[in-house]
């Protein structure tokens, strides 16, 4: 994704405790006293130390809160960007510190940072009326604050009985993997979503043998559709890596994977990458959750009915003024969604944009953008050649159309005529040039206008489609 940095030197300490700014604090429990009065928190309690929780703790200094801050982790190191870890395993031996992409130095920043004792319980204190918060850590401590942030992130998901497969989510997973990849190194990835399809090209590019094992029909059908993901099928062998699809694991065994259908793919390394879920589980009973995990907020980042209590990042299901609930797992989320959740947590009046969710990705030679979020039942259009003519990385777009929602102003939506319509998401492949335009489009007014007949030409801007 787009924060990159060079390799930098080793990991700054990992914990560090800095004097109260708030009220007296005991080390252990945070503040003596906290606010009810209904001006800003005299504590806050940042749970995770991603680039959600960095971002947000960086919002609440920069937005001149001089109350106590205290930042839980749970991987014992400063907090770092996590994309690189699979379009980068091999080229960037050391993880992408916050401090020297971004500029946020939490040890500066925080009271009390604890990068290796992640929170275990969440209560409420005090009256209905006078909320407080209280968070007990992996250590035994109780932190007491006015507000919670969550910005726990996700966890991978590993299916039980895959024991066997190794995942690719946190720096030393990416350390241990690079040290396995060699020339030659036999590894079977199963799930061809994001992390996958990075995966299966820096591996191959590395002289691996790779195969890539996906139940559905087509790469990234999840996440892009059957239809888009179909396209994106041949490049795995333009990149030297074999793809199966239609196919499921019915073992993972420490020497390979036995499908369902009875086929062997012998391995050195079996890798898992058929998702994450929201690190939530420690909140049961305490904060409502969807199916996933999720912790549903309002589009500020507040949970309803919890006052004091925030959640952003991958582990917030945010409300869209446009496009509903949008789940966790987007980048652009935890980079900018915690800066508008910390202003509603301050009461700093003043417009607070809904960002587009974005993705991007480098995966087998090509780079995709996706802003929005597909849904099932879209109507799909292309713009240019998926084959790519001669050499397969001519750019292209998918645009994703909600059923009937081709209109215009005063035009019936069947009026085949009327090709200004309200797109939900666009996919755009090996198009650099066009990311910056619809990017500023969609963050503008929340929503993206496009006039398919002009968008639809290849021959013409994509930016000049832009309503």
């Given at each position: 994704m787009p924060s990159v940095v060079p390799p930098v030197p080793s990991a700054p300490p990992a914990t560090s405790?800095?004097?109260?700014?708030?009220?007296?604090?005991?080390?252990?429990?945070?503040?003596?006293?906290?606010?009810?009065?209904?001006?800003?928190?005299?504590?806050?309690?940042?749970?995770?130390?991603?680039?959600?929780?960095?971002?947000?703790?960086?919002?609440?200094?920069?937005?001149?809160?001089?109350?106590?801050?205290?930042?839980?982790?749970?991987?014992?190191?400063?907090?770092?960007?996590?994309?690189?870890l699979s379009k980068e395993l091999l080229s960037r031996p050391s993880p992408a510190w916050?401090?020297?992409?971004?500029?946020?130095?939490?040890?500066?920043?925080?009271?009390?940072?604890?990068?290796?004792?992640?929170?275990?319980?969440?209560?409420?204190?005090?009256?209905?009326?006078?909320?407080?918060?209280?968070?007990?850590?992996?250590?035994?401590?109780?932190?007491?604050?006015?507000?919670?942030?969550?910005?726990?992130?996700?966890?991978?998901?590993?299916?039980?009985?895959?024991?066997?497969?190794?995942?690719?989510?946190?720096?030393a997973d990416a350390d241990a993997l690079r040290a396995a990849l060699r020339p030659g190194l036999r590894l079977v990835l199963v799930?061809?979503?994001?992390?996958?399809?990075e995966l299966a090209g820096v591996a191959a590019g590395a002289g691996a043998h790779v195969t890539v094992v996906e139940a559905a029909g087509a790469p990234l059908h999840r996440q892009l559709g059957p239809e888009v993901g179909a396209h994106l099928a041949p490049w795995y062998a333009a990149a030297g890596a074999e793809l199966v699809t239609g196919a499921t694991v019915a073992e993972v065994r420490p020497d390979g994977v036995r499908l369902a259908d009875g086929r062997e793919l012998p391995a050195d390394?079996?890798?898992?990458?058929?998702?994450?879920?929201?690190?939530?589980?420690?909140?049961?009973?305490?904060v409502p959750r969807d199916a996933r995990g999720g912790v549903p907020v309002d589009a500020d980042g507040a949970v309803p009915g919890l006052p004091g209590l925030w959640a952003v990042g991958?582990?917030?299901?945010?409300?869209?003024?446009?496009?509903?609930?949008?789940?966790?797992?987007?980048?652009?989320?935890?980079?900018?969604?915690?800066?508008?959740?910390?202003?509603?947590?301050?009461?700093?009046?003043g417009d607070r944009a809904a960002h587009a969710p974005y993705v991007f990705s480098q995966q087998l030679g090509h780079d995709l953008a996706l802003f929005g979020v597909p849904a099932e039942g879209d109507e799909v259009v292309l713009r240019g050649d998926p084959a790519g003519g001669a050499t397969g990385h001519e750019g292209w777009a998918a645009f994703y159309l909600a059923?009937?929602?081709?209109?215009?102003?005063?035009?019936?939506?069947?009026?085949?005529?009327?090709?200004?319509?309200?797109?939900?998401?666009?996919?755009?492949?090996?198009?650099?040039?066009?990311?910056?335009?619809?990017?500023?489009?969609?963050?503008?007014?929340g929503r993206l206008r496009v006039d398919l007949d002009v968008a639809l030409d290849p021959a013409g801007r994509l930016r000049d489609a832009l309503a």
């Open positions: 405790a800095h004097p109260a700014t708030g009220p007296a604090a005991d080390p252990a429990t945070g503040p003596a006293t906290t606010r009810h009065d209904g001006g800003p928190p005299s504590s806050v309690v940042v749970v995770g130390a991603g680039l959600a929780g960095a971002q947000a703790l960086a919002a609440l200094r920069r937005r001149g809160y001089t109350g106590r801050v205290t930042l839980l982790g749970a991987e014992g190191v400063p907090p770092y960007d996590r994309p690189p916050l401090a020297d992409d971004l500029g946020v130095d939490v040890d500066a920043l925080a009271d009390d940072v604890r990068l290796a004792d992640p929170a275990v319980r969440l209560e409420r204190t005090g009256a209905t009326d006078a909320p407080g918060w209280s968070v007990e850590t992996r250590s035994g401590d109780r932190l007491v604050a006015d507000a919670v942030v969550l910005a726990v992130g996700s966890v991978p998901v590993r299916p039980r009985g895959w024991e066997h497969a190794r995942v690719l989510h946190t720096a799930g061809a979503g994001w992390i996958g399809a390394v079996v890798l898992a990458a058929v998702g994450a879920r929201p690190a939530t589980d420690w909140l049961d009973g305490v991958d582990c917030a299901n945010r409300d869209h003024p446009v496009l509903g609930p949008v789940p966790g797992g987007h980048w652009s989320a935890a980079l900018h969604d915690p800066d508008a959740t910390v202003a509603a947590l301050l009461g700093d009046d059923p009937a929602a081709r209109s215009g102003p005063g035009a019936p939506a069947a009026d085949p005529a009327a090709r200004v319509t309200d797109v939900r998401a666009v996919l755009l492949v090996d198009s650099p040039r066009d990311v910056g335009p619809v990017r500023k489009a969609m963050n503008r007014t």
